[in-house]
């Protein structure tokens, strides 16, 4: 069961450059997320999809883009990368809302210098 | 302004014991709770969660209390083993806003042998 699988797992960015964090679920949940955690920090809701074709902004999502690309991947695009957003990106699916449990990935660390 | 708390940032009991872990919350329409367990490089697990409607949610060796009018839950982890060391992530959704949890910044429990 790989349930949620983010891609990669590390990764360092320069300021001003551009990457994609990919997201995929294997659970046929209707609903995707991404969130971040900063030390010392409880995870910020960045973007969400309700359902395949629909996403909406969460409590942090400037800086940032997201695609549903399909029932299962969700992904999460900064376009101009800037050191205040260093930190550790998490996916999330869930069957539908979120008093339904999440189901996290592993994480990303991600570094821009 | 912070509206889900966890004042402790650390607690440590010993195996066998009671482990407390207390969360305040000030937005008075949070009407369901989760708490989230995490391990180090690795994301969030649902552990347990309670409506609003109730006061205490069992599951095996967790309980989470509810105290609506002190705005105040907990999670009780009876008896605690040494497997349960991980940060703990109290989180509150409130009623009509489907995809939104609003996190607390975890209190990391250490459970010695």
């Known amino acids: 069961n790989a349930g949620v699988t983010q891609t990669p797992k590390f990764q360092v960015l320069k300021t001003g450059q551009s990457m994609t964090l990919q997201c995929a679920q294997d659970m046929n949940h209707n609903s995707m997320y991404w969130y971040r955690q900063d030390p010392g920090m409880g995870l910020r809701l960045i973007y969400y999809s309700a359902s395949e074709g629909t996403t909406d902004k969460g409590e942090v999502p400037n800086g940032y883009n997201v695609s549903r690309l399909n029932k299962r991947e969700f992904s999460l695009r900064l376009e101009s990368a800037a050191p205040s957003q260093t930190s550790v990106y998490f996916c999330?699916?869930?069957?539908?809302?979120?008093?339904?449990?999440?189901?996290f990935g592993s994480g990303t660390q991600l570094s821009v210098l | 302004d912070q509206q889900v708390k966890q004042n402790s940032p650390s607690l440590s009991v010993q195996e066998g014991r009671i482990s407390i872990l207390n969360c305040d919350y000030t937005n008075s329409m949070f009407d369901y709770f989760l708490w989230y367990k995490k391990y180090p490089a690795e994301g969030p697990t649902f552990l347990i969660s309670?409506?609003?409607?109730?006061d205490k949610n069992e599951d095996g060796r967790f309980t989470v209390f509810l105290n609506k009018s002190a705005k105040h839950l907990s999670l009780h982890i009876v008896p605690s083993q040494p497997g349960d060391s991980a940060v703990y992530f109290c989180?509150?959704?409130?009623?009509?806003?489907?995809?939104?949890?609003?996190f607390g910044k975890g209190t990391l429990l250490t459970v010695n042998p």
């Open positions: 989180a509150a959704t409130v009623g009509g806003s489907n995809y939104k949890l609003t």
């Open positions: 999330a699916s869930s069957e539908g809302t979120v008093r339904e449990k999440l189901f």
């Open positions: 309670i409506s609003s409607i109730k």
